[in-house]
């Protein structure tokens, strides 16, 4: 079983492209989170979905940030018009069903985002 | 709201000695618990979870935390430290799918 895929490892942008970064979630999780870590920083929440639902995108940024969760494929985290303060490393977690009132989260290796 | 605090932002011990990073939290209700590990160019590997119970929990590559109400703190401890624990360590506190992490702590380990 695989864990969870997030591809690229590493992204490089100038200012002003767009930047897209893809998660697989673990086989038969059903919710994704997006985070954000800049350097000598936690990781920050940015969005939590659900196949075709967004939940909670308390974290995102009001501009140039979306994400969506598809009923086909994997989790896609777009940026618009990039900025230099954009470059950060972007981790996306998974977790199966709730069932219970917690369910654990599963991190990805991330995508390391660098702007030009 | 709830929040996460390290304290340590940088901490070096001697190979074999032991560690205790420390973590504060403020949540509105029994909080469920955790610390990961990142090591450098890596994701978040989950050390050790807190949900109830016994408030002395074991983790995997021979970590434990306790949890302490009384002091709102979960501290991460390890008897011996081994050179391949240089990582950084990252407290959380999260409850129903959300989930809030603090601003880690960096390990460095001398020989």
């Known amino acids: 079983n695989a864990g969870v895929m997030q591809n690229p490892r590493h992204l490089v942008r100038r200012r002003g492209q767009e930047a897209r970064l893809r998660c697989s979630p673990m086989?038969?999780?059903?919710?994704v989170y997006w985070y954000r870590q800049l350097p000598e920083e936690g990781l920050k929440f940015m969005v939590y979905?659900?196949?075709?639902?967004?939940?909670?995108e308390s974290g995102m940024p009001k501009e140039r940030f979306s994400a969506e969760f598809p009923k086909e494929g994997p989790s896609i985290l777009r940026i618009q018009q990039v900025v230099r303060g954009d470059s950060a490393a972007y981790f996306c977690a998974s977790s199966p069903r709730r069932q219970t009132s917690y369910n654990e989260q599963f991190f990805g290796p991330g995508t390391r985002l660098t702007v030009l | 709201a709830q929040s996460v605090t390290q304290p340590d932002i940088h901490i070096t011990v001697s190979e074999g000695a032991s560690l205790e990073l420390r973590c504060n939290y403020s949540y509105g209700a029994t909080p469920y618990l955790f610390w990961y590990v990142q090591s450098p160019g890596q994701g978040l590997q989950l050390l050790l979870k807190?949900?109830?119970?016994?408030?002395l929990v074991q983790g995997i590559k021979g970590f434990e935390a306790e949890f302490k109400r009384s002091q709102s703190s979960f501290n991460l401890r390890k008897p011996s430290v081994h050179w391949s624990d240089a990582a950084e360590y990252f407290c959380?506190?999260?409850?129903?799918?959300?989930?809030?992490f603090g601003a880690g702590t960096r390990l460095t380990v001398k020989p």
């Open positions: 979905l659900q196949k075709e639902n967004i939940i909670d």
């Open positions: 086989k038969g999780h059903s919710h």
């Open positions: 959380a506190v999260g409850q129903n799918n959300d989930m809030r």
């Open positions: 807190y949900f109830s119970g016994d408030t």
